[in-house]
């Protein structure tokens, strides 16, 4: 049998990299179906729910590999590498996404800002909305969207976690 660390690491990868792979795939098929643009509240609950379901069954296979014991720590642990892992993997594929896939995303995403700012706004300046439009722009970086994909990815995995693990957890009996 292998020790507990390693137990814990392979779970962590395993997971990860599921969590990870699904993250691309809902990526991908937004973007096939042209949403890649939309800021949908239907997509946040479907990445939410996506991600909190791979947690729990990974805290749940942690949980199944020490014996059926569990303490919140070790689920928060356990969640915190699968979503680091994830996280990880979806900052490497946005990347290659803006760069190779889509290099015009960031111009077409401050384009789309743009216009939606005049919609709903137009009582603003020219001056005001240029101005928001290059936060915009510096917000949509790749390295500020790679940290708030990790940022994002590991406060949600705290927060799936803690409640994967406050459902799940059993801890042993010390006498």
Do not use: C, H
Not at 147 to 165: D, E, K, N, P, R
Request: glycine share 8%; charged share 20%; proline share 2%.
């Amino acid at each position: 049998m292998e020790n507990k660390p390693n137990q814990s690491k392979n779970i962590m990868l395993t997971y990860g990299l599921y969590l990870g792979v699904a993250s691309i795939l809902i990526s991908v098929v937004y973007y096939v179906l042209g949403m890649a643009y939309e800021n949908d509240w239907k997509k946040s609950v479907i990445s939410i729910a996506v991600s909190g379901l791979i947690l729990f069954l990974g805290i749940k296979k942690f949980k199944e590999s020490n014996e059926g014991f569990l303490t919140v720590g070790q689920a928060i642990k356990t969640g915190l590498g699968i979503s680091l892992v994830a996280g990880i993997i979806s900052v490497v594929y946005t990347i290659i996404f803006m760069l190779f896939i889509e290099p015009e995303f960031v111009n077409n995403l401050v384009e789309i800002t743009r216009q939606k700012t005049y919609e709903d706004n137009p009582e603003l300046t020219e001056e005001q909305v240029d101005g928001a439009m290059e936060i915009v722009k510096k917000m949509s970086s790749p390295g500020m969207m790679s940290a708030f994909i990790l940022l994002a990815s590991l406060f949600f995995g705290f927060v799936i976690s803690l409640i994967s693990g406050l459902i799940l957890k059993k801890e042993q009996k010390t006498y």
